[in-house]
């Protein structure tokens, strides 16, 4: 079992930056695959980023690349997401997740945190 919870949100300026952490308890997060996904109102869940339990492995969204970074620190039990030159289209709330298999796909993922609010404005 993994618990996650998201800190880090909040509110930015456009092309602002904010750093999001997702600490993690449980056994197994060092062998976990981490994802970030977020929801705008209205809006499906959608996927972010990614990141294989090593770290050498991440994806992105097409919409975040070059722009958002995950790592992940398995000594600190502790994923983050770096977001630079935000645009208001990113705001949303951001969800953490783990799950077995790096992938971009919501079902592959096990266990969700409670989500942080970033709002960009413009």
């Known amino acids: 079992q993994v618990q996650l919870v998201e800190s880090g949100g909040g509110l930015v300026q456009a092309g602002g930056s904010l750093r999001l952490s997702c600490a993690a308890s449980g056994r197994t997060f060092s062998t976990s695959a981490m994802g970030w996904f977020r929801q705008a109102p209205g809006k499906e869940r959608e996927f972010v980023a990614a990141i294989s339990w090593r770290g050498g492995i991440t994806y992105y969204a097409d919409s975040v690349k070059g722009r958002f970074t995950i790592s992940r620190d398995n000594a600190k039990t502790t994923v983050y997401l770096q977001m630079s030159s935000l645009k208001p289209e990113d705001t949303a709330v951001y969800y953490c997740?783990?799950?077995?298999?790096?992938?971009?796909?919501?079902?592959?993922?096990?266990?969700w945190g409670q989500g942080t609010q970033v709002t960009v404005s413009s």
């Open positions: 997740a783990a799950g077995r298999t790096t992938s971009t796909w919501r079902n592959e993922y096990d266990h």
